[in-house]
């Protein structure tokens, strides 16, 4: 059973910066796509970042130039940098990799950004 493990949430004031950790069970690499999605209060599940297995990236218009996804293989892990935190991006935040047309997802993380 894939597990994914999420830290780094917390409470900043808007401007400020954080960055999410997922680490895996298992290599990241044997993942064909790992992101990052976040879920607000009230709202809909939605894709933040991607990270594809040959490094390719992708991202949500609204993050774009703020955040950037990455991962360090050695460590199982992927990470979430986050800057100039806006109170709109307060949410859930959560870790999923995909493979074989399974997802597997993470716990999730709180990120509560005051204004």
């Known amino acids: 059973q894939v597990q994914l493990v999420e830290s780094g949430g917390g409470l900043v004031q808007a401007g400020e910066s954080l960055r999410l950790s997922c680490v895996a069970s298992e290599t990241i690499l044997s993942f064909e796509v790992m992101g990052w999605y976040r879920q607000a209060l009230g709202k809909e599940r939605e894709l933040i970042a991607l990270l594809s297995v040959g490094g390719g990236t992708k991202y949500e218009d609204s993050v774009q130039g703020r955040f950037t996804i990455s991962r360090d293989s050695a460590k199982n892990t992927v990470y979430l940098q986050m800057n100039s935190l806006k109170a709109g991006d307060t949410a859930v935040y959560y870790c999923?990799?995909?493979?074989?047309?399974?997802?597997?997802w993470g716990e999730g993380t709180l990120v509560t950004v005051s204004s």
């Open positions: 999923n990799a995909a493979r074989k047309g399974r997802d597997y």
